[in-house]
Structure formats: C-alpha cells, structure tokens
C-alpha cells in the first residue's frame, strides 16, 4: 500500500480542535465528580445538565424551549434506552437530522428504523467483519500511519496518528478510490457538521451556516462516487457501497441520493467518535505505566482495555430521548414532549451496577455498558471502532517499544463535558 501524505493535516487538526472547543464546557475539565454527586441525591433533574456547563445538547439541539430532565442512574438510563416506544428518537432530528433527512439511523423510530438498520446489518455479518479487521483495517493503521512514525521515535498519537486512521479506514470500509487529498477533505466537512452546534446564539448563526454548507460539500463529493460504481456495475466486493448497491438491486429502495445520505451519515461518527476513543485509551495506560506493560506482554488482555476504556471515558458522554406520553422515572413525573437527557458516561460509574465504579480496572467483570447505547438503536459501528481500537493498540505496541510520555511535552489529559478527549497525546519509544 502507498502511504497517506496529509497534505490538509493543519487544517483537520484546526477543525477536530473546534469541535472540541464546542463541547469543552465553561472552565470544567471533568464534570464526574459533579453528576456523581447529583447521581445520589438527585438521580432524575429537571433541567437538562448541559446546560449548567453551557454545552449545546441533543436534548433541545435547535434551542426550541424544549422541557428537558437528566438522568443520572445506571438503572434509569438503561430503562429508557430499552423501551423506545415510550423514550423516542426522533428529537435527534432536530439536529444531525436536518442534514441526513430520512437516513439518519440513529433519529429514526419503529419501521423506518427497523427498515434502514435491515439494510445496513447485512454488511456487517461475522465473515465480513473478519475480512474487514484482517485485509482492511489492520494493514491501513499498520503500513501508512504507524511504521511512518517509527523513525521519528517521537510523535504525538493524536494529531499524528488517531485523528487521521478512522477517516482513512472508513474510506476504505465504504469502497472509495484512495485519495489521500479528498480523504482529508471529507475529514474536515465531517468535522464541521460536528462544530455546528454552539452555546452562544450568534456564534450558531454562523456555525450552523459552515456545517450545513460542509454537509452539503459531503454530498455532492460523495453522489458522483455513488453514481459512478452503480453505472459500473462493480459491486460484487465485501466493501459497504456494494452491499448497499445490491440490497438495491434486491428490493431495498436504496437510491443513489438515499445511499449518499447513509454514508454521509457515517462519516461524523468515524472521524470523531474512534479518534477520540482510542485517544482515551492510551492516557489510561499510559497513566498507569504497570498496567501498559502487562498489556504488552499478554495481548488477550486488549478487550478487556478496549472496553474498560470505553466504560471509564466515553467519548459521548450523552444521549437524549423524548418521551412519547406522561411517565414516571424514579417518582419524578415526565410530560409527554419532555426531553431526557441521559448522562450516560455517569451512569457508567454508578456504584450500584459497577462496583469501584470511579477505578479504571480491566479485570472487573463483563457488563452492557451505556457509552454506544443500547437495545433496538446500539451503534452500529460499535464492531468496527472496536476493531480499528484493536488493531491500532497492537500496531503501537509492536513497533513502538518503550512508549511513554514525551518528558520534553506537557502530560496528556482527558477533558470535555461530552466528546471527551485529550488535546494531544506525545510519546517518544526506544
């Protein structure tokens, strides 16, 4: 394979640093301590959360006045999240949505929902996720992002490594042709779709402008490529254009616009939500230099890290729900029409379903955890981000030996209210 020249890198590091910028809260590094408090003394709170630490929320995304309440227990989220008739999806479109319209996975109730996800799980069968970790995924975050960076023996995982990867493996993943320029490009219109949101009304004039102009650059990138494989006739491949195209071909009513709209979908997600994540990860071992080298000598042990990690630190740390008519969480009573906005990165840690909660340990047993949801609308690409997770660890660990804090750089830190992450992560190996 040819490596990846980042000819754009600046101005992606610029864009994933706005992002970050939006979601960073109003002096707050870590808002656990906080919801953990209110986790125990007041487990549902009128008042959406977010809004105390001015951080915009899908809860009233669009800043209609929306009634919101947070919930902070295990026990109440995972309620919401298994019942989507009463705790619905659709306020989701209020935002993301209004760029996706009907193919925004994650905003759609009952059958649309069933229908769109039908046409997407297909792609996602055992054998093909097999093929896609071993021909696809490792041999890109391998052979162009981590033996690049051997030489240098210094480098910084984020803005060299983790914020570049998930962009090009889902490029990949989709069947686009390997263009390293467009590549980044699509990066950076992702990104912007992200920044929409602001807390400041006149800030999201101008925000929200950017990122439905990206969502609509995004499109009319991806359509012509859509168009061009299905005139092609070539999509007999295991990559996820062809199986769209031949769900079509099969019945599914999957135009080109309607295709176009599911990748465009996509791509929010896969230049963020992995980046962010495997960032998470690495502070969390490298802050704890024994548990690195137990990693490294017993590689079994990855998942266990790889979940922990997405336990301890999710990168979206909310979700949001309306409900669908009057009901009572946790004898608080919630209007129909009212918004729920889930701190699920709190629930997580809640003692009551996880003991130690607040202790990052990988040895603690097997248990769902909130940070992908849950039931009927689980993130469907939670198997690919565990994936590209896996196969980056690996790469690291067998061509970086030695890897530890860069001395010369300011130690890592995870910050954010939602969209968790460190700004920078710089290592030097032996």
């Not at 996706?100 to 054998?127: I, V, Y």
């Not at 992702?190 to 006149?202: F, K, M, N, T, Y």
């Amino acid at each position: 394979m040819t490596s990846i020249i980042q000819p754009a890198a600046s101005n992606m590091a610029s864009d994933f640093a706005a992002v970050s910028d939006v979601f960073s809260g109003a002096g707050e590094d870590n808002p656990y301590p906080m919801m953990a408090r209110l986790r125990d003394s007041t487990p549902v709170m009128e008042g959406d959360i977010l809004a105390h630490f001015g951080v915009p929320s899908q809860a009233d995304y669009a800043n209609k006045g929306r009634q919101v309440f947070t919930t902070f227990r295990y026990e109440d989220c995972m309620a919401i999240l298994r019942d989507p008739e009463t705790f619905t999806s659709s306020l989701l479109m209020d935002g993301l949505g209004a760029f996706l319209e009907d193919a925004m996975l994650t905003a759609l109730d009952g059958e649309a929902h069933r229908n769109l996800r039908a046409s997407l799980q297909g792609a996602f069968t055992p054998a093909n996720v097999k093929h896609w970790h071993e021909n696809m995924i490792g041999p890109v975050i391998v052979d162009e992002f981590v033996k690049p960076l051997v030489a240098r023996k210094r480098c910084d995982l984020v803005n060299d490594f983790a914020l570049h990867f998930p962009v090009r493996v889902i490029y990949e993943l989709m069947g686009f042709p390997n263009d390293p320029a467009a590549i980044e490009q699509f990066a950076g219109w992702a990104l912007r779709i992200l920044a929409g949101p602001q807390p400041d009304p006149e800030k999201a004039k101008i925000s929200m402008a950017a990122a439905f102009q990206a969502a609509q650059d995004l499109y009319d990138h991806v359509r012509p490529i859509v168009a061009a494989r299905r005139a092609s006739g070539d999509f007999d491949g295991r990559d996820l254009m062809s199986h769209l195209l031949r769900a079509d071909a099969q019945g599914a009513q999957l135009d080109d616009h309607k295709i176009t709209n599911i990748i465009r979908m996509l791509l929010p997600a896969a230049a963020e939500t992995t980046t962010r994540s495997f960032a998470n990860m690495m502070v969390l071992l490298l802050d704890r230099p024994e548990l690195l080298a137990r990693v490294w000598d017993d590689r079994k042990l990855v998942p266990k890290v790889i979940n922990e990690s997405l336990r301890y630190e999710p990168v979206s740390a909310f979700l949001a729900r309306q409900a669908a008519k009057d009901v009572e969480i946790a004898g608080v009573k919630i209007p129909k029409g009212a918004a729920i906005s889930l701190a699920n990165g709190c629930a997580n840690r809640d003692e009551s379903a996880f003991a130690n909660g607040e202790t990052f340990d990988i040895d603690r047993p097997l248990k769902p955890i909130l940070s992908f949801g849950f039931g009927a609308h689980t993130c469907l690409g939670l198997a690919i981000a565990k994936m590209e997770m896996t196969s980056a660890l690996n790469a690291v660990l067998d061509h970086m030996p030695g890897l530890r804090y860069d001395p010369a750089e300011p130690r890592a830190k995870i910050v954010g209210i939602t969209m968790r992450g460190p700004r920078a992560v710089h290592v030097v190996h032996d």
